[in-house]
Structure formats: C-alpha cells, structure tokens
C-alpha cells in the first residue's frame, strides 16, 4: 500500500500528486504474504492479510478518506445515498481487502500460473479486432487486475512483445519482488519518469513491428502534472492527462480499452476498440484529446459500476480547481 507518510494537516480535499505517495510496508512482508501463500494456500493468506490490510485502513488516512471520496460519488451516481459511520468504514475497507486479494493474483500472474484459458473473454468482437490490429495502443487503469492480461499476450493467436509504460520510483519493494519473482517476464516496462523523445521513436517502431503498449491513463502527468482535461467522472469534473492521448495520436495505430476485473471468482476481461488511427491538425488537438478524455472517463465509469470495489487509487481523485497545486506539507 502506499502513502505519504507526512500527511497534509487538512482533509483529502487538499490534492497533492499521486506520484508523491510512498510505499508503506517492507520487502520483507511482502515475502512472508508470499510465503503463507505458496506453503498453506489461499485460505490462511486470507486469514493473515485480514488484519494486514485493517492496519493499514485504519492507520492511512489520506488513502481512506480517498476511497471514501470515490465511494460516496460512485453511490451518488448509482441512485444511493452516501453512507455514513459504519457502513461508510465497512464499504471502504471492503475495496481496500478487495486491494489485498488482487496483489495475490498479481502473484500468480508473474509465477506464470495464469494462462489464456483461466480468461474469460467477455468482448469477443473486441478481442478479435485486437487480433487484427497489426500493432496497438491500448488505455487501460488502475481498476481490476491488468497484470491477469499478460496470459493474453503470452500465447495465442495474439502471443506478441507487450510495452507498458509504468511509473515506479513510489513502490520500489513492491516492483522489486516482482522482478524477483519472475525475471523472465516477457513484459518491457517504460519508465515514464524517465521518457524522452528518443523512447517515442523507439515505441513508434515497437508498434510497427507489430508490438502492443499498455498506458494507464487514470493518473496525471508525473512530468507535466498540470497537461490535463477536467471532465465529468462519477459527478464531479476530473482531470485526465493529455499525454496518453496525443502519444496514441502520435503513434498512428488502432486504440483499445482493455480492463480486466474479477467478477465471483473468475477474471473477465474486456476489450473494446477506442479509436482508428487519425491525423489530428494541430489547430484541432486540444478538441480532439478533450473528446478522447471525456470517452475513456465515460467507460471508466462505467466498468467502475460494474466492479465498485477494484478501483485502487488512494489519493484524492477529484482535486479542487483552487488548490491544484498545493503539497503536502
């Protein structure tokens, strides 16, 4: 889990960048989780990670109050009231264990244990364009279990190289293992932290090679924080990043939205196309990445209804137009 550990002294409505959270927790917890797991099986990693993860919820502020920022507008927008005291505290904590579960499957995910055939594809139309797509942007988010997608790209008929740009200088533990688990992962992660304009020309050809590249675009610029569209998200007006949109409009290929969610027990992934390759005049850019904003948050919001409780951001999603850009103190 990750948090600042020095909190701003008002509530989550004072917004800071994600990219400021930092990771709470040890390597060393990590491997014991993993080694419960491996020894005794699912059922006492459940048992164990229960107050784990109720440590956590109680002790992190900011990310509880965000969760419960994202839960009242989520309630609001599904026709119920928000919730209050208790039932507010359990709803919350549900997502944060539902948190805890997925880093499970990210496990399995990365010991290879996850294959095409524990997929549900529950898009086939999608799932096939994807297949025809020579090379392919594809917008995914923090919601679900993107790293279950791997298998799709592993083998198949879609078995091809996968790109993902990623930003990890906030969960070094965590991205340590992972590597740690599972060093002969076919996955080429792109630091974002550290993209240049000689990374665009190489993805340029990765794609045309044939190639796919995953970019989360629920999470604001690290570099240009402030590159953003505000648009309508679960009632309140968000700001979506500019630059997942205009490197998909630079990269001339087909875009996909890929989300993977766990629906009673069983992964379902969902995969629609998003938009044709298209030559934007500069002049029209703006508008056209405005529309492609609005888009992905509209499905977002929808796939976010469809699993209330996988959406892990944990910091304040919709930050007031005037503090936009405070920090923590």
């Known amino acids: 889990m990750s948090e600042k550990k020095t909190a701003p002294h008002n509530d989550v409505d004072k917004p800071f960048h994600w990219s400021q959270l930092k990771e709470r927790g040890s390597m060393l917890g990590i491997e014991v989780l993993v080694f419960i797991y491996k020894v005794f099986g699912k059922w006492l990693f459940k048992i ?50 539902s948190f805890g579960m997925a880093i499970l499957d990210k496990f399995d995910a990365w010991l290879g244990k996850v294959n ?23 917008f995914s988010a923090h919601l679900g279990n993107m790293e279950i997608c791997r298998a799709i790209f592993s083998m198949g008929d879609n078995k091809r190289p996968l790109n993902v740009i990623t930003y990890n200088e906030h969960t070094p533990s965590f991205n340590n293992f992972l590597k740690k688990v599972n060093q002969d992962a076919a996955i080429n992660f792109i630091h974002i932290n550290n993209f240049g304009p000689d990374d665009t020309i190489k993805l340029k050809q990765k794609l045309d090679d044939g190639e796919a590249v995953i970019i989360f675009a629920d999470r604001t610029s690290v570099n240009n924080p402030n590159s953003v569209h505000h648009v309508p998200f679960l009632g309140e007006d968000a700001p979506f990043a500019v630059g997942p949109f205009a490197l998909a409009n ?15 027990g069983r992964y379902k992934t969902y995969i629609e196309k998003f938009a044709d390759p298209i030559k934007v005049k500069r002049k029209e850019r703006q508008a056209y990445f405005q529309s492609m904003a609005t888009k992905f948050a509209q499905r977002l919001e929808f796939y976010c209804k469809k699993a209330p409780y996988q959406w892990y951001n944990f910091f304040n999603f919709w930050p007031k137009a005037t503090d936009k850009d405070s920090k923590p103190s």
């Open 48 to 97: 164990v990670l229960t107050p784990v993860m109720f440590y956590f919820y109680v002790t992190g502020r900011l990310s509880r109050q965000a969760i419960w920022h994202y839960l009242d507008n989520l309630n609001v927008s599904m026709g119920e009231g928000k919730r209050t005291g208790w039932a507010r505290f359990k709803q919350g904590f549900r997502l944060y264990f």
């Open 116 to 138: 095409i055939k524990d997929l549900e594809i529950a898009t086939p139309e999608g799932y096939q364009q994807l297949l025809e797509a020579k090379g392919a942007v594809i």
């Open 250 to 264: 630079i990269m001339e290929c087909p875009v996909f939205l890929m989300f993977c969610i766990n629906e009673q």
